[in-house]
């Protein structure tokens, strides 16, 4: 049965033995504070999303979805129209400007840099329409009663659950539980990472191509 918000409750309470008033009102703190080491300690290749976008002709800029933050921008790719990608390296914006100064001369376009939070600078300025694939690590929504599952619940369930358990344990001061679920969570979370990186050997011909699906791809 999947893991949801209400079910990994029930799981650190059943498994620490313990549904007394003071537990209870921890179990949010454990799950969040499990979160918070998940997202420091998994390998990030598992947060790899990608979404799609288009140019303008003669327009320089395109303008990132707002699930993408400049600094977390993976790649940016030209989509041709049999399916081939493109791949467009990332330079400092001055190197454009001086690249590519008048925007009035169009082609396809080579380079991209960031220009502010929520825009790309691209070089040449585009001559078509093309489609662009922007990949990006994506944020995930913590648990909580209105978001009950996401990436953490769907893919790292063991490694959250044991998180969350060596939290309670030592809120609780069990230190013997605590250092058995602790080792679990750190066992857990390698496997994860061990994952992550033969699929990213196997997905990826070379850093930033993402050529084929990811198997740790996806999430909320």
């Given amino acids: 049965m999947p893991m949801t918000y ?16 003071d537990f209870n ?8 504070n499990t979160q918070s080491k998940l997202s420091r300690e998994i390998d990030p290749t598992g947060f790899n999303q990608n979404v799609t976008s288009s140019t303008s002709i003669g327009d320089r800029f395109i303008t990132l979805p707002s699930a993408i933050e ?22 400092p914006l001055e190197y454009l400007q001086e690249y590519w ?12 840099a960031n220009f502010d939070d929520t825009t790309l600078y691209l070089a040449p300025t585009p001559n078509a329409v093309y489609t662009m694939e922007l990949g990006y690590q994506g944020r995930i929504n913590p648990l909580s009663n ?8 769907e893919n790292a369930s063991d490694a959250l659950l044991y998180g969350c358990l060596s939290e309670a344990n030592l809120f609780t001061k069990n230190m013997e539980d ?5 080792q679990k969570y750190v066992e857990s979370v390698a496997a994860i990472n061990n994952e992550a990186r033969r699929n990213r050997r196997t997905d990826y011909k070379f850093p930033g191509s993402p050529l084929g699906e990811n198997t740790l791809t996806g999430g909320q």
Avoid: C, H
Wanted: cysteine-free.
């Fill in 101 to 112: 100064p008048d925007s009035s001369l169009t082609d396809q376009p080579r380079y991209f």
């Fill in 178 to 182: 605590y250092n058995i679920y602790k």
């Fill in 70 to 91: 400049p600094m977390l921008l993976n790649y940016l790719n030209i989509i041709d129209s049999d399916g081939n990608r493109v791949f467009l390296e990332i330079k």
């Fill in 146 to 153: 209105t978001n009950t599952t996401n990436w953490y619940t």
């Fill in 25 to 32: 009102s921890q179990l949010d703190t454990f799950i969040d």
């Fill in 6 to 21: 209400t079910s990994l409750k029930t799981d650190i309470q059943t498994w620490a033995e313990n549904t007394g008033t």
